[in-house]
């Protein structure tokens, strides 16, 4: 529900959070070979980072956002945000991501509204908005230009690299693509393949999405438009799924706004208010490409298929010990999904543990604060982290 | 570790590959992979234990073994390790039968009921047993399937298996030199080790 409450120039940050935090931009001038054939000739990744990297370099841990989320994961960007980053519960000082150890890196994915090269970007070949035309991205595109942030940043090797939904998707894909760069893998309520019922709930989102009038081919841009009542709609199907059945009931049951029933199709159920709430806030601040282009990522990922299906064989290049996380009620990525990643790591003969975590709310419930999770997430973290904290800070910094 | 766990643990083979089923908090697995060079999975499904698990850097999976063991290929453990979980088991006979399929040689502790404590309990109080190693109320346990040192036996014996050696443990301890000669009546934990018949 919208909260009223007006910015309290006072506020006090809680002790555990990684306080205020500022994004930055990455300009990569070398051009990036994409999985569909075309080139990116150069891009921008926006990322933020938390903690501070250690004199060894090896306490850097990377954070891959799921469908609609980015680069801000932890911490408020100023004093009067009402709500810290997406990921919040999990990153900060004394939080399983410990901020006291770890340097945390997560970055807005290629593709992405919020600031790394997307849709909204202008195509430098044109001089015209990309729109449409950006290129269809895939998990593996999105693993290589983080890999490239890291060069960047000097990180040659992640301590970690962890994930929800589709980050874990990213998670798997990079223990494939970089095994010598990563030194343990967290994969949350992610899935090694979408089941044909998740790829048709993002074909109705992506149909929600084309068929709006303000659409224009996906040129809605300089149209002046916004197709809104197509994400609209996407975000509302997207948010069924992510929610379980005892969630939605124990939120909201089936009362009613008010106490007489209309008989019509205005808003009755407070389900219904809260769906079309969720759908009208995603609407004003996603951009209707990037979640075509986010779904069909979704849908593409498949890492045994190059394979003959095999998934033990596509994972046979992984080195890393692997956290796989599932939740009970996720029917979206339900825990059997998770398992197939599980047994295919067994008959690979990887490292890997996992857990499903007893939740009542669905698919978001990895987002969610649980104590069982937090220890076993918690737990795992602890078995990577360096011996070695961040550089020391007591010194003054020389003039 | 427990007396079980410490007569385990010289059982299994440097470098073996191993399952360890109902594996706790992954104690046993730790030391084998610490000093024998030991690798391979524990599956268990308590959540204390799986995390327990995961700070020692033991591979842990959360299963039920209600459920069998069709995430393991045949043959593919040297050794697989079940600890006092026989008898919470609904069918002990089918998992000694998949333990085996899974690997060469399966090692397997239970409370014995015959156990001259528990014969006392029941013989002459009349009550059923609560011990170290029967630790429940009758109304409350996950025992479902309690046997003796004898039962075990007959069993491997109606599975074509053959017993490669059998120890017994009394309280922390290695059984004394008694449960060694009567194990079915001073023995409080039987330990088998068993392997098909080749």
């Given at each position: 529900?919208?909260?009223?409450?007006?910015?309290?120039?006072?506020?006090?940050?809680?002790?555990?959070?990684?306080?205020?935090?500022?994004?930055?931009?990455?300009?990569?001038?070398?051009?990036?070979?994409?999985?569909?054939?075309?080139?990116l000739p150069?891009?921008?990744?926006?990322?933020?980072?938390?903690?501070?990297?250690?004199?060894?370099?090896?306490?850097?841990?990377?954070?891959?956002?799921?469908?609609?989320?980015?680069?801000?994961?932890?911490?408020?960007?100023?004093?009067?945000?009402?709500?810290?980053?997406?990921?919040?519960?999990?990153?900060?000082?004394?939080?399983?991501?410990?901020?006291?150890?770890?340097?945390?890196?997560?970055?807005?994915?290629?593709?992405?509204?919020?600031?790394?090269t997307?849709p909204?970007s202008h195509n430098p070949e044109t001089g015209r908005l990309w729109g449409?035309d950006f290129p269809?991205?895939?998990?593996?595109?999105?693993?290589?230009?983080?890999?490239?942030?890291?060069?960047?940043?000097?990180?040659?090797?992640?301590?970690?690299?962890?994930?929800?939904?589709?980050?874990?998707?990213?998670?798997?894909?990079?223990?494939?693509?970089?095994?010598?760069?990563?030194?343990?893998?967290?994969?949350?309520?992610?899935?090694?393949?979408?089941?044909?019922?998740?790829?048709?709930?993002?074909?109705?989102?992506?149909?929600?999405?084309?068929?709006?009038?303000?659409?224009?081919?996906?040129?809605?841009?300089?149209?002046?438009?916004?197709?809104?009542?197509?994400?609209?709609?996407?975000?509302?199907?997207?948010?069924?799924?992510?929610?379980?059945?005892?969630?939605?009931?124990?939120?909201?049951?089936?009362?009613?706004?008010?106490?007489?029933?209309?008989?019509?199709?205005?808003?009755?159920?407070?389900?219904?208010?809260?769906?079309?709430?969720?759908?009208?806030?995603?609407?004003?601040?996603?951009?209707?490409?990037?979640?075509?282009?986010?779904?069909?990522?979704?849908?593409?990922?498949?890492?045994?298929?190059?394979?003959?299906?095999?998934?033990?064989?596509?994972?046979?290049?992984?080195?890393?010990?692997?956290?796989?996380?599932?939740?009970?009620?996720?029917?979206?990525?339900?825990?059997?999904?998770?398992?197939?990643?599980?047994?295919?790591?067994?008959?690979?003969?990887?490292?890997?543990?996992?857990?499903?975590?007893?939740?009542?709310?669905?698919?978001?419930?990895?987002?969610?604060?649980?104590?069982?999770?937090?220890?076993?997430?918690?737990?795992?973290?602890?078995?990577?982290?360096?011996?070695?904290?961040?550089?020391?800070?007591?010194?003054?910094?020389?003039? | 570790?427990?007396?079980?766990?410490?007569?385990?643990?010289?059982?299994?083979?440097?470098?073996?590959?191993?399952?360890?089923?109902?594996?706790?908090?992954?104690?046993?697995?730790?030391?084998?992979?610490?000093?024998?060079?030991?690798?391979?999975?524990?599956?268990?499904?308590?959540?204390?234990?799986?995390?327990?698990?995961?700070?020692?850097?033991?591979?842990?999976?959360?299963?039920?073994?209600?459920?069998?063991?069709?995430?393991?290929?045949?043959?593919?453990?040297?050794?697989?390790?079940?600890?006092?979980?026989?008898?919470?088991?609904?069918?002990?006979?089918?998992?000694?039968?998949?333990?085996?399929?899974?690997?060469?040689?399966?090692?397997?502790?239970?409370?014995?009921?015959?156990?001259?404590?528990?014969?006392?309990?029941?013989?002459?109080?009349?009550?059923?047993?609560?011990?170290?190693?029967?630790?429940?109320?009758?109304?409350?346990?996950?025992?479902?399937?309690?046997?003796?040192?004898?039962?075990?036996?007959?069993?491997?014996?109606?599975?074509?298996?053959?017993?490669?050696?059998?120890?017994?443990?009394?309280?922390?301890?290695?059984?004394?030199?008694?449960?060694?000669?009567?194990?079915?009546?001073?023995?409080?934990?039987?330990?088998?080790?068993?392997?098909?018949?080749?």
């Amino acid at each position: 529900m919208p909260d009223s409450r007006s910015a309290d120039p006072e506020r006090q940050l809680p002790p555990d959070s990684v306080g205020l935090v500022t994004p930055e931009v990455a300009h990569f001038a070398a051009p990036l070979e994409l999985a569909c054939g075309k080139t990116l000739p150069a891009y921008d990744l926006v990322y933020e980072t938390y903690g501070r990297l250690n004199a060894e370099r090896s306490n850097a841990v990377l954070v891959c956002h799921a469908l609609s989320g980015h680069h801000h994961a932890a911490g408020y960007h100023h004093s009067d945000d009402r709500k810290p980053g997406w990921w919040d519960a999990y990153i900060g000082p004394g939080k399983p991501v410990d901020t006291n150890r770890f340097f945390v890196v997560s970055v807005n994915n290629l593709g992405g509204c919020h600031g790394s090269t997307g849709p909204l970007s202008h195509n430098p070949e044109t001089g015209r908005l990309w729109g449409p035309d950006f290129p269809v991205v895939t998990v593996s595109d999105w693993v290589h230009s983080q890999a490239r942030l890291a060069d960047r940043l000097g990180i040659e090797r992640f301590a970690a690299v962890i994930g929800g939904s589709l980050g874990g998707m990213q998670v798997m894909q990079w223990s494939i693509d970089y095994p010598e760069r990563i030194a343990s893998a967290a994969v949350i309520a992610a899935t090694p393949r979408l089941s044909a019922q998740n790829i048709a709930f993002n074909e109705v989102a992506r149909q929600a999405i084309r068929s709006d009038p303000d659409f224009h081919a996906g040129r809605y841009a300089e149209h002046d438009a916004v197709p809104k009542r197509g994400l609209k709609l996407a975000r509302m199907v997207g948010h069924i799924t992510y929610l379980s059945e005892d969630a939605m009931g124990s939120k909201f049951g089936r009362d009613l706004r008010s106490n007489d029933l209309h008989f019509g199709f205005d808003v009755e159920f407070q389900v219904e208010s809260y769906l079309r709430y969720q759908g009208d806030t995603f609407s004003t601040t996603f951009d209707a490409n990037t979640y075509l282009l986010m779904t069909k990522a979704l849908d593409y990922f498949d890492p045994a298929a190059s394979h003959d299906g095999d998934l033990a064989r596509a994972l046979s290049p992984a080195q890393c010990p692997f956290l796989i996380l599932s939740f009970s009620s996720d029917w979206r990525f339900p825990p059997a999904r998770s398992r197939e990643l599980v047994d295919a790591l067994i008959h690979a003969g990887k490292r890997v543990s996992y857990a499903n975590i007893v939740s009542p709310y669905g698919h978001d419930a990895f987002l969610l604060p649980e104590p069982r999770y937090r220890a076993i997430f918690s737990a795992f973290l602890q078995r990577v982290a360096p011996a070695s904290g961040p550089e020391d800070t007591s010194e003054e910094p020389r003039p | 570790m427990r007396a079980d766990l410490t007569i385990i643990y010289d059982w299994i083979a440097p470098n073996a590959h191993v399952l360890d089923l109902a594996c706790g908090d992954g104690v046993l697995l730790e030391a084998l992979a610490r000093h024998k060079g030991v690798t391979g999975y524990g599956l268990e499904i308590d959540s204390d234990g799986i995390t327990g698990c995961v700070a020692r850097g033991v591979s842990v999976i959360e299963h039920n073994l209600d459920d069998g063991l069709a995430s393991f290929h045949d043959q593919s453990y040297d050794q697989v390790i079940m600890t006092q979980a026989l008898q919470a088991l609904r069918r002990p006979d089918l998992m000694l039968h998949e333990m085996l399929r899974v690997a060469d040689e399966g090692i397997i502790t239970f409370p014995n009921f015959a156990y001259w404590r528990h014969r006392v309990h029941l013989g002459l109080r009349g009550y059923m047993p609560v011990s170290k190693s029967l630790p429940y109320a009758w109304y409350d346990t996950p025992n479902i399937h309690l046997s003796t040192f004898n039962d075990f036996e007959h069993l491997c014996r109606d599975q074509g298996l053959v017993i490669v050696d059998r120890a017994v443990g009394v309280g922390n301890h290695r059984g004394h030199w008694t449960s060694r000669w009567w194990p079915n009546l001073f023995g409080e934990i039987a330990i088998f080790r068993v392997r098909r018949q080749s």
